[in-house]
């Protein structure tokens, strides 16, 4: 399967899953999370977005696309996380969009958020954050020590409200989606970009403890990744700056 056609009506849900190099994981993550969302009688799509995987992983992701109708696998040419979270969000019909890992999801997370956007005070978007109160995150003491920097660069340098901006998210697709489409970065920093600009936009923004279990290592090591994010921040920081500046 290939883009979703224009004229189809919305659905309940997408399920944006990018996907690098995912051989041993993507076929079995995928039809878990078809298998669950079916059980749970939602109308309901999952986007599976390669992009510029080096092994298996494009044609396991056509093969799951033809195996399962809720599954469309989309083929994007460069090795970029945050595009490609970006083109399953534009591409996505579901009146609600949640950001799923191919060796990070969680049904219950859906559950949970798709109550809380459904609360009066109506947030645009949930924060599945690895440091709210309540959350259990076993990763290694390396990698949750680089979250928490991360996390303090963005609150007292950005004003982030949330404690955590990567990871699962559920988003109302229609107020976010211009947001998504004014971000500038991809790489690391799509999704940190989305959830600032979000909230600089007055959006609501809420988040949810989770659970967070190490499936495989990251793909990127932490040596090359830190000094990477350290820039794009710095970068990011000055063109929010360049745009507030503008606006007052």
């Excluded at 109550?115 to 690895?130: C, F, H, N, T, W």
Aim: hydrophobic share 40%; with cysteine.
């Amino acid at each position: 399967m290939t883009d979703p056609s224009p004229g189809r009506p919305d659905l309940t849900l997408s399920v944006v899953m990018p996907a690098f190099n995912e051989a041993e994981l993507l076929e079995s993550s995928v039809a878990d999370v078809v298998g669950g969302l079916r059980a749970r009688g939602l109308a309901f799509e999952v986007l599976v977005v390669e992009n510029g995987s080096r092994d298996a992983t494009p044609g396991i992701a056509d093969r799951v696309a033809a195996d399962h109708p809720e599954v469309t696998a989309l083929h994007r040419a460069e090795p970029d996380y945050g595009e490609a979270l970006r083109a399953g969000l534009l591409a996505a019909r579901g009146r609600t969009v949640v950001n799923f890992d191919v060796d990070y999801y969680d049904l219950g997370f859906v559950d949970d958020a798709l109550v809380r956007l459904a609360e009066r005070d109506e947030p645009a978007i949930v924060v599945g954050s690895k440091r709210a109160a309540g959350a259990e995150d076993r990763r290694s003491p390396l990698r949750k020590l680089v979250t928490g920097v991360f996390t303090t660069i963005l609150r007292s340098g950005f004003g982030l409200r949330v404690s955590d901006t990567h990871g699962m998210k559920a988003l109302q697709r229609r107020p976010v989606e211009p947001v998504a489409r004014a971000c500038h970065f991809g790489t690391d920093l799509f999704d940190t970009e989305l959830v600032l600009r979000a909230e600089r936009a007055g959006l609501g923004v809420v988040e949810l403890p989770v659970v967070v279990v190490e499936r495989r290592p990251s793909r990127s090591p932490i040596w090359r990744r830190v000094p990477r994010t350290l820039w794009g921040l710095l970068r990011l920081r000055l063109l929010l700056w360049r745009e507030h500046r503008r606006t007052t």
